[in-house]
Nanobody, 125 residues
Framework: QLQLVESGGGLVQPGGSLRLSCAAS????????IGWFRQAPGKEREGVAC????????YYAGSVKGRFTISRDNAKNTMYLQMNGLKPEDTAVYYC??????????????????WGQGTQVTVSS
């Protein structure tokens, strides 16, 4: 069974940076699509960034492209979301996810069955 453990959330000023981590404890992360999602109060959960199984190219939501970078370290069995140039609108609970997903569908929340617990990111002055 796939299990994911997140860390790295917190409070940051506008324009600042954070790096979120998601460690896979019971499976080999390199064998699965990985994704980062976020949910702000009153809004649906949305895809932020992901890698699909079929290819190694990342997919990004338009709202974060150029500011966020998804990566993975196979030796550590961990994936990351580097967030730069943070804005107040980025405030949300961020979730990592993994499953067998192909192509741009890796940005679709309903494609995933395995999720981390979520970590709060707050961007405020």
């Amino acid at each position: 069974q796939l299990q994911l453990v997140e860390s790295g959330g917190g409070l940051v000023q506008p324009g600042g940076s954070l790096r979120l981590s998601c460690a896979a404890s019971t499976f080999t992360l390199a064998s699965y699509a990985i994704g980062w999602f976020r949910q702000a109060p009153g809004k649906e959960r949305e895809g932020v960034a992901c890698f699909s199984i079929r290819d190694g190219n990342p997919y990004y939501a338009g709202s974060v492209k150029g500011r966020f970078t998804i990566s993975r370290d196979n030796a550590k069995n961990t994936m990351y979301l580097q967030m730069n140039g943070l804005k107040p609108e980025d405030t949300a609970v961020y979730y990592c996810a993994a499953d067998r997903v192909y192509g741009s569908r890796c940005l679709e929340e309903r494609e995933y069955d395995y999720w981390g617990q979520g970590t709060q990111v707050t961007v405020s002055s």
